[in-house]
């Protein structure tokens, strides 16, 4: 609770000075537009190196995340809205320190920033649903796959779904 809305010294001003307090009724339809979560929202339901990644745009120390050797076959979630981004079929060892993959699942999944910051020209990849942080598409390195790209993605930012193995008879 905020200790400017319901203070001890009340509300005096009801009704005098007209001038409507805008910025509530402005903020809580931002909120209510798409599937959006607010700031605070995210904060609670993320874990800080989650937050930090995903809604801050931050990069996790290459080898310390949980998927860039796995070769586990599945589907790559979005860590924060569950929407499936990548499948193990696109991915491939690029000895990055980061998983690697050349595709995404579907294009219109993610979304892209061209992105300046840090004194290089890189282009960001979002969650197409719920535009949170993932990582950067790189081209032309090089890497012998069908595309020549590789998403670096951070593997905070994804949930591996491991493919269910059918039941031999
Ligand atoms: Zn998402």
Known sequence: MSIFGNSIFGNKATGIAGGAPASDASEAEQQNSGDQKSDAQWREELTPEEYHVLRQAGTERPYTGEYW???????????????????STEKFDSHCGWPSFWAPLAEGNVRYIHDRTLGMDRIEVRCASCDSHLGHVFEGEGYGTPTDQRYCINSVSLRLVAKETPSQP
């Open 69 to 87: 050797d796995t070769h586990t076959e599945g589907v790559y979630q979005c860590r924060a809205c569950g929407a499936e981004l990548f499948t």
